[in-house]
């Protein structure tokens, strides 16, 4: 079965023939270029992606309109910067595929030293810890690496288009009683500055969108019968 993989992009144009060039069999590339200013979207075409474009900025906006240009059964999301090994995808796609999880989530194990700084790796620990408690998943990560079934995604109403997007997708698949998994993969060196913790202002604005999300989502009561229930792997 082919799976489509969605590839948010702002100028990843030196990423992304690493990226493309290791995209696995049966997973099919859809870069959403996220109005670049380099050569991302005819670098991606030459190299046989579908280029979509989403004119509207935020990462949201991006991952959601290559969510709506998909066409296959199932989507896998990563992020264009070649800080994920796209021959780790059918890690994630797997248990999708295989009907054993309805969301899956990549958990990042870092190779080398700076692959993830160390002001991002606590505060991934923090909200993961938060998303546990929260959700009764076992996660220790909001991998962006991640795979669930398209039809399914988009019956979620998922309206964050900002660094609030993963999140909401985790917190409404869990209301919606998924199967929330999650399977390691490596974490290697981005290439070029990061979108989130390379700027101060983007780790601001990633920051502000999650707690933003996570107060909108909040269920009344943990205990409140109207609550769906949870089903976990």
Same mark, same amino acid.
């Given at each position: 079965?082919?799976?489509?993989?969605?590839?948010?992009?702002? /100028?990843?144009?030196?990423? !992304?023939?690493?990226? !493309?060039?290791?995209?696995? #069999?049966?997973?099919?590339?859809?870069?959403?270029?996220?109005?670049?200013?380099?050569?991302?979207?005819?670098?991606?075409?030459? +190299?046989?992606?579908?280029?979509?474009?989403?004119?509207?900025?935020?990462?949201?906006?991006?991952?959601?309109?290559? +969510?709506?240009?998909?066409?296959?059964?199932?989507?896998?999301?990563?992020?264009?910067?070649?800080?994920?090994?796209?021959?780790?995808?059918?890690?994630?796609?797997?248990?999708?595929?295989?009907?054993?999880? #309805? +969301?899956?989530?990549?958990?990042?194990?870092?190779?080398?030293?700076?692959?993830? $700084?160390?002001?991002?790796?606590?505060? /991934?620990?923090?909200?993961?810890?938060?998303?546990? *408690?929260r959700t009764g998943a076992p996660l *220790?990560? =909001?991998?962006?690496?991640?795979?669930?079934?398209?039809?399914?995604?988009?019956?979620?109403?998922?309206?964050?288009?900002r660094f609030g997007y993963p999140l909401?997708?985790? !917190?409404?698949?869990?209301?919606?009683?998924?199967?929330?998994?999650?399977?390691?993969?490596?974490? +290697?060196?981005?290439?070029?500055?990061?979108?989130?913790?390379?700027? !101060?202002?983007?780790?601001?604005?990633?920051?502000?969108?999650? *707690?933003?999300?996570?107060?909108? =989502?909040? $269920?009344?009561?943990?205990?409140?019968?109207?609550?769906?229930?949870?089903?976990?792997?």
């Amino acid at each position: 079965m082919t799976v489509d993989v969605i590839l948010p992009c702002l /100028n990843e144009e030196a990423a !992304l023939a690493w990226v !493309l060039g290791r995209m696995p #069999d049966g997973h099919r590339p859809i870069v959403v270029d996220n109005g670049s200013t380099d050569r991302s979207a005819a670098v991606a075409e030459s +190299l046989g992606a579908r280029v979509v474009h989403e004119p509207v900025r935020g990462f949201g906006a991006a991952c959601h309109a290559g +969510l709506r240009a998909a066409t296959a059964e199932v989507v896998c999301f990563m992020d264009a910067d070649a800080s994920l090994d796209p021959r780790q995808l059918p890690r994630v796609s797997a248990a999708v595929l295989g009907g054993h999880g #309805d +969301l899956v989530l990549g958990r990042r194990l870092p190779r080398t030293a700076g692959a993830w $700084p160390w002001h991002a790796r606590l505060g /991934n620990a923090v909200l993961a810890g938060v998303l546990r *408690r929260r959700t009764g998943a076992p996660l *220790r990560d =909001l991998g962006p690496m991640r795979a669930a079934r398209r039809a399914a995604l988009l019956e979620l109403g998922l309206t964050d288009r900002r660094f609030g997007y993963p999140l909401e997708m985790v !917190l409404r698949a869990d209301a919606a009683g998924w199967r929330i998994a999650e399977v390691e993969v490596d974490y +290697l060196p981005r290439t070029g500055r990061s979108k989130v913790t390379g700027t !101060l202002r983007g780790t601001l604005r990633a920051v502000s969108d999650m *707690r933003r999300v996570m107060a909108e =989502l909040r $269920p009344a009561s943990s205990s409140d019968s109207s609550y769906p229930g949870r089903r976990r792997e």
